[in-house]
């Protein structure tokens, strides 16, 4: 993929990739703050009404309950309350005619007053007396299309489907009664209220007589909507002229205790169950008839719109109030002006795409030249010069290359001189440790001369070790005087085999017999141990750890322990082990074996990295065991037969194994 596709890439994901998501994100979240919206106002909205459906049912309860304590209907009750018991008449209650045309005058104009006054509410009123009197009931209704005087009938019982309740006649609270909903001979929805009516002489007993009052459910609601929400109530009108009432934004609906709709926003749906009206509504229909309460969505499936309905009871009545809001077209908007904006979005981010382009195309281009004449540099034409003639950061990259392709021609310059001395600081650094470690062996030769000197064996072995200090400072001169020659050849061996044992007791007459009467020394010998190695290199290694050692455990003493043996049938090993203070676990891990890494107050630090190369050239490994307090082993392990057949056993062993498991499998 080039320059151009990444950056266009970059730039989408970079820009409008976050763009199109903080714009889906702020969708969605808009969609939530909608929703808790729409879920406050129908909340509020269905308690509004509730509350206004009750306030209206005790506004009407004080109305009847001031009829029933007026004096003319109060009078009424003593005189009710005077006559004998069972008797058809009396002088003070005359018996009225069919038409109420006897009805005490008094009485007539106080029940029609009120009726005419509260036409819209009430379709009738009827005074009752107790059965026991004999008394002749009196019904008033409200005057007619083209009258003006209330209809008076007597003489007939409560309609059918009206009933009195018969608690009254036992009350001694002057309250109305509220019935549940029920439906007129008309098949009106009322409310049937039953008020005791009190004589004044005796307000303590028993009422006997009773107003019978129907109030119309339906303008009861339409007064508690002109209070709470007219828009909902009002879309009554709309649809008796022919809308849709469930087209609207808000819904207002109303059940009874059976879950007969008793009011409804689309009027096609009154005065039916609303499980059969509605079905999708129906769980949320039960759980308002049971008097219930809450908030959900439900779905209407012929337009497949979303509502959010809330429902709460209206107290002291067996009614339901629920409130719905259309939430699909809530969101319609939101969505439409959402796809406008994303339509925006995009148009201006092709547009800044196309710009986008032209600017990397050129640049690409300059990234180009700049490219190849740095892979002309690379392939080593330092002569190579990168123009650009933009004043952009191709233009401060390509005179980059050109001050980077002048300075490697000055470095390459310098570059073998360089070489040169880094070579023979590094062959002066090794032979300078070779140095001092045969100056120490001559130095403790020097000082035990003192001592022994008049001994003749002594002699004889320190003109033989004279004698080989001063091979070892012939040889040393020999590679200081061929560096380049010695260096490049430091690492390489010719091994063969040979016994370690006498090149371990050679060193140990060198280094550390000197040394016995200050420190314990041990040895742990086989009579011989045969290994592929130069002789004078491993000598040179055990020498190094021996010194190491002694210097280790410094002039208050030790043990010094010197151990050799088999590993395994084709490896051997020897260890040196001291007592002085050991080593940490980090220095062991990050410097013990690292050039110039040294613990010594002198010393230049390549001893056991030599000492490791040396054995690792060889086929072996240098190991390390220590611990604070309790000294230091070194193990040295070399092959004790050639490399190649090593390795051609190893792979033998293995071609077994492998034939043997398969074996095993087949079996």
Request: charged letters at 20%.
């Amino acid at each position: 993929m080039n320059l151009r596709a990444k950056l266009l890439i970059l730039f989408v994901a970079g820009s409008l990739a976050p763009v199109l998501l903080g714009g889906w994100l702020f969708y969605r979240s808009s969609l939530k703050v909608v929703g808790g919206m729409l879920r406050e106002e129908v909340e509020a909205e269905a308690s509004r009404v509730a509350h206004d459906v009750e306030t209206a049912l005790r506004a009407r309860e004080v109305d009847l309950n001031e009829l029933a304590q007026a004096s003319a209907v109060r009078d009424y009750a003593r005189a009710v309350a005077s006559q004998p018991v069972a008797s058809a008449s009396s002088d003070s209650l005359p018996a009225p005619d069919e038409a109420g045309a006897n009805m005490p005058e008094s009485i007539r104009a106080a029940l029609a007053g009120f009726v005419s006054h509260n036409r819209d509410y009430y379709t009738a009123l009827t005074l009752v007396a107790a059965s026991r009197t004999g008394s002749t009931p009196f019904r008033i209704e409200p005057p007619g299309a083209g009258n003006s005087s209330p209809r008076v009938t007597a003489g007939d019982a409560l309609p059918d489907k009206i009933s009195l309740d018969e608690r009254v006649w036992s009350t001694s609270e002057a309250k109305p009664l509220r019935s549940n909903v029920t439906r007129n001979a008309e098949g009106i929805p009322c409310i049937v209220y039953t008020v005791p009516v009190f004589s004044p002489d005796d307000e303590r007993s028993p009422p006997h007589v009773a107003l019978v009052a129907e109030l119309k459910l339906e303008a009861l609601l339409q007064e508690a909507g002109r209070a709470g929400h007219p828009t909902a109530f009002a879309a009554n009108a709309a649809a008796r002229a022919g809308g849709n009432g469930a087209q609207a934004a808000r819904l207002l609906l109303v059940l009874d205790k059976t879950g007969l709709v008793v009011h409804h926003t689309s009027y096609a749906f009154k005065y039916q169950p609303a499980g059969v009206a509605m079905p999708y509504f129906d769980v949320f229909a039960r759980d308002m008839a049971a008097g219930g309460s809450g908030t959900d969505f439900y779905t209407v499936p012929a337009d497949g719109n979303r509502w959010l309905a809330a429902y709460k009871p209206v107290a002291g009545s067996d009614l339901s109030v629920a409130a719905a809001g259309n939430y699909t077209r809530a969101v319609a908007s939101l969505k439409r002006d959402g796809l406008t904006s994303l339509a925006l979005v995009l148009l201006a981010a092709g547009a800044a795409t196309l710009f986008v382009f032209a600017v990397v195309t050129r640049a690409t281009r300059r990234i180009t030249r700049v490219t190849e004449a740095a892979a002309a540099i690379g392939a080593g034409d330092l002569n190579q010069r990168i123009e650009v003639r933009a004043n952009d950061e191709t233009h401060a990259l390509a005179e980059g290359f050109n001050q980077m392709s002048n300075r490697l021609r000055e470095l390459i310059a310098r570059e073998a001189e360089t070489r040169q001395f880094q070579s023979f600081v590094r062959l002066s650094a090794m032979l300078t440790h070779d140095l001092k470690n045969a100056i120490t062996g001559l130095s403790m030769l020097v000082t035990n001369m003192e001592r022994q000197f008049h001994r003749a064996e002594f002699r004889e072995d320190a003109v033989s070790s004279l004698r080989q200090a001063t091979e070892k400072l012939g040889a040393l001169v020999a590679r200081l005087s061929a560096p380049v020659k010695s260096l490049s050849g430091e690492y390489r061996i010719a091994p063969r085999p040979a016994d370690l044992v006498p090149v371990i007791r050679r060193v140990l007459a060198a280094t550390a017999e000197p040394r016995a009467e200050f420190y314990d020394i041990r040895t742990e010998l086989p009579d011989t141990l045969v290994a592929q190695i130069e002789a004078e290199r491993i000598e040179r290694v055990l020498e190094n750890l021996i010194v190491n050692a002694f210097e280790a455990m410094g002039g208050r003493g030790g043990r010094l322990t010197v151990a050799a043996g088999h590993e395994s049938e084709s490896l051997v090993y020897f260890s040196v082990e001291d007592t002085g203070p050991g080593m940490t676990e980090d220095f062991m891990r990050t410097r013990l074996f690292h050039a110039f890494a040294t613990t010594k107050k002198r010393g230049i630090g390549l001893g056991l990295f030599t000492c490791r190369e040396i054995v690792e050239s060889h086929g072996g490994r240098l190991e390390v065991k220590s611990k604070i307090g309790s000294g230091t082993r070194f193990r040295v392990v070399l092959p004790s037969i050639p490399l190649m057949a090593t390795h051609a056993r190893s792979a033998e062993k293995s071609s077994q194994s492998k034939a043997a498991a398969k074996t095993g499998a087949a079996g």
